[in-house]
């Protein structure tokens, strides 16, 4: 079994900056992608941004520019750095990571709880 523990959410004025951190634990053999997700109040779950194993990192349209992932795979953690932050950046953001763990070493993803993030002056 795989936990993931999100942290760095909170209240930020436009403009301003957060740095959320993803923190997996439990059996795991590889992870072959980190991702985040977001759900803003009455929307459906979208995607954010990827890193791979192999560190190529891919970004919404909505975000790119102004967020950047990031992943330390010795520490199982991913990150996202997100500046230049506007309101209809609020939501609840999900950190998901493809693990890979015995005995079936099969890829599977796990979510995170989510943390909210609040864009407001």
């Known amino acids: 079994q795989v936990q993931l523990v999100e942290s760095g959410g909170g209240l930020v004025q436009p403009g301003g900056s957060l740095r959320l951190s993803c923190e997996a634990s439990g059996s795991i053999f590889s992870i072959n992608a980190m991702d985040w997700y977001r759900q803003a109040p009455g929307k459906e779950r979208e995607w954010v941004a990827t890193?791979?194993?192999?560190?190529?990192?891919n970004y919404a349209d909505s975000v790119k520019g102004r967020f950047t992932i990031s992943g330390d795979s010795t520490k199982n953690m991913v990150y996202l750095q997100m500046n230049s932050l506007k309101p209809e950046d609020t939501a609840v953001y999900y950190c998901?990571?493809?693990?890979?763990?015995?005995?079936?070493?099969?890829?599977?993803?796990?979510w995170g709880q989510g943390t909210q993030v609040t864009v407001s002056s």
């Open positions: 998901r990571l493809v693990v890979v763990s015995a005995p079936t070493y099969t890829p599977y993803p796990y």
């Open positions: 890193i791979t194993s192999g560190g190529r990192t």
